[in-house]
């Protein structure tokens, strides 16, 4: 009688594309989204589905003729399998700036990626967005943001860690004057905007591209 042996099977099943494999990585398309929980309270979160979310677009206002963080906003995402992330997160993100009468707003965006156990975050990198401005009276004007955080050094997140990405809100306006600043956050990405200068047709979904190795 021959003696069969059988090899054991991996514990993970992987699908690497060919350019997956000549970059040594694979990247993952996550959504910024919202919804209400059963409290009735807004959260927000990282979610891997394009799915609908409560609020399209979170808006601030200021009357501050200074740079002030007028909002400041976590979205995360629960790790259940140990996994190490390097290279280039890519986002793609859309905003607007509403002049009310005599206003005159500015706005940009600073977004982190950041690592949180439930107690203490930890920064691993940041961009800025373009500085945006809009003086024409009454009237609402809409940009394309797209920016690469650079994740130089491998980080490695535990089972029951957290990917966050926070995003904040810099906004400010003519002295006693005030005008709404807006970051889309809507995985469906159902509304359209028309960019400005451009003329293209942008939407409300802010995604993200995260740049995972493989663990096995």
């Given at each position: 009688?021959?003696?069969?042996?059988?090899?054991?099977?991996?514990?993970?099943?992987?699908?690497?594309?060919?350019?997956?494999?000549?970059?040594?990585q694979?990247?993952?398309?996550?959504?910024?989204?919202?919804?209400?929980?059963?409290?009735?309270?807004?959260?927000?979160?990282?979610?891997?589905?394009?799915?609908?979310?409560?609020?399209?677009?979170?808006?601030?206002?200021?009357?501050?003729?200074?740079?002030?963080?007028?909002?400041?906003?976590?979205?995360?995402?629960?790790?259940?399998?140990?996994?190490?992330?390097?290279?280039?997160?890519?986002l793609?993100?859309?905003?607007?700036?509403?002049?009310?009468?005599?206003?005159?707003?500015?706005?940009?965006?600073?977004?982190?990626?950041?690592?949180?156990?439930?107690?203490?975050?930890?920064?691993?990198?940041?961009?800025?967005?373009?500085?945006?401005?809009?003086s024409?009276?009454?009237?609402?004007?809409?940009?394309?943001?797209?920016?690469?955080?650079?994740?130089?050094?491998k980080?490695?997140?535990?089972?029951?860690?957290?990917?966050?990405?926070?995003?904040?809100?810099?906004?400010?306006?003519?002295?006693?004057?005030?005008?709404?600043?807006?970051?889309?956050?809507?995985?469906?990405?159902?509304?359209?905007?028309?960019?400005?200068?451009t003329?293209?047709?942008?939407?409300?979904k802010?995604?993200?591209?995260?740049?995972?190795?493989?663990?096995?």
């Open positions: 009688m021959v003696d069969v042996k059988f090899r054991k099977s991996p514990e993970k099943l992987l699908n690497f594309s060919f350019q997956d494999l000549v970059q040594g694979s990247y993952g398309t996550f959504y910024l989204n919202n919804a209400y929980n059963s409290a009735g309270s807004l959260v927000y979160f990282i979610s891997p589905t394009n799915s609908g979310s409560a609020s399209i677009g979170l808006s601030v206002t200021t009357i501050e003729d200074v740079y002030t963080k007028a909002g400041d906003y976590d979205f995360d995402i629960l790790v259940n399998t140990a996994l190490t992330v390097q290279g280039k997160l890519y793609n993100a859309s905003s607007s700036l509403t002049a009310t009468s005599s206003g005159d707003p500015h706005g940009y965006l600073v977004i982190r990626l950041r690592k949180w156990d439930g107690t203490t975050e930890t920064e691993i990198g940041s961009i800025q967005t373009a500085d945006r401005t809009h024409t009276d009454n009237t609402t004007l809409y940009y394309r943001e797209s920016g690469i955080i650079d994740i130089s050094s980080v490695s997140f535990k089972i029951g860690e957290y990917i966050r990405i926070t995003v904040e809100m810099w906004e400010k306006n003519s002295s006693g004057n005030s005008g709404t600043f807006t970051v889309y956050t809507d995985g469906e990405g159902r509304k359209t905007f028309t960019e400005n200068a003329g293209a047709t942008i939407d409300s802010f995604i993200i591209y995260i740049p995972f190795l493989d663990n096995t």
